[in-house]
């Protein structure tokens, strides 16, 4: 049984970081490129970010540019990612998504990925 569990979330102020992990099991980890997307209330599930098996790929939504960082630990099956100068837009419930591909660019639509963790809230203040 696959599972995506995602920890790290919290409340924050603007310009404030935050880490998030998401612990994967039950999958061949380093065969799948990995996202993150976030929900905030009201609106569709957005991109973030994500990065192919290997780590040597990645690609970000011009909105987190500079300020988001993604990476990975294929010894530790997890994927991080990094969030500075934390802006109140940027609140949402934030997913990790694994995506059976070990070749190639990882790919930003939510349809492109097989399985989800259960989220994590992120809540910025002003």
């Known amino acids: 049984q696959v599972q995506l569990v995602e920890s790290g979330g919290g409340w924050v102020q603007a310009g404030d970081s935050l880490r998030l992990s998401c612990s994967a099991s039950?999958?061949?980890?380093?065969?799948?490129?990995m996202g993150w997307f976030r929900q905030a209330p009201g609106t569709e599930r957005e991109f973030v970010v994500a990065?192919?098996?290997?780590?040597?790929?990645?690609i970000y939504a011009d909105s987190v540019k500079g300020r988001f960082t993604i990476s990975r630990d294929n010894t530790k099956n997890t994927v991080y990612l990094q969030m500075n100068s934390l802006k109140p837009e940027d609140a949402a419930v934030y997913y990790c998504?694994?995506?059976?591909?070990?070749?190639?660019?990882?790919?930003?639509?939510?349809?492109?990925?097989?399985?989800w963790g259960q989220g994590t809230q992120v809540t910025v203040s002003s």
């Open positions: 998504a694994a995506d059976y591909r070990f070749s190639g660019r990882p790919l930003v639509g939510a349809r492109e990925y097989d399985y």
């Open positions: 039950g999958l061949t980890f380093f065969n799948y490129a």
């Open positions: 990065i192919n098996w290997g780590g040597a790929s990645t």
